[in-house]
């Protein structure tokens, strides 16, 4: 069975910086991804980033794109995505989420390039970001 926790969530001033972590464990990376998500306030939840272990690329909202930067340390099963020049815009609870045996046939996600589906799910971290 596949764990998630994310932490790193906090409340930070239009600009600022927080460094996300995504703790996977009862699974290793390989074939599959690690996408970060998010949910506002009354909005629906949207894909924000992820790695694709299989073939190392990683992809971005563009929203997001030049300001998020997702990363991984194999050696601790831990997946970060980095926010910078972080805006009000961005306050969202956020999750981490796992899908194993990703290939070339994997429906992906138009808006983000990530797989459409993940099948775990880590509990959620909150960013508040004030103006």
């Known amino acids: 069975e596949v764990q998630l926790q994310a932490s790193g969530g906090g409340l930070v001033q239009t600009g600022g910086s927080l460094r996300l972590s995504c703790a996977v464990s009862?699974?290793?990376?390989?074939?599959?991804?690690i996408g970060w998500f998010r949910q506002a306030p009354g909005k629906e939840r949207e894909g924000v980033s992820c790695i694709n272990y299989r073939d190392g690329s990683r992809h971005y909202q563009s929203s997001v794109e030049g300001r998020f930067t997702v990363s991984s340390d194999n050696a601790k099963n831990t997946v970060y995505l980095q926010m910078n020049n972080l805006n009000p815009e961005d306050t969202a609870v956020y999750y981490c989420a796992f899908v194993d045996h990703v290939d070339v046939d994997t429906i992906v996600d138009v808006t983000t390039g990530c797989p459409y589906t993940f099948d775990d799910w880590g509990q959620g971290t909150l960013v508040t970001v004030s103006s």
């Open positions: 009862g699974r290793t990376f390989e074939d599959s991804a």
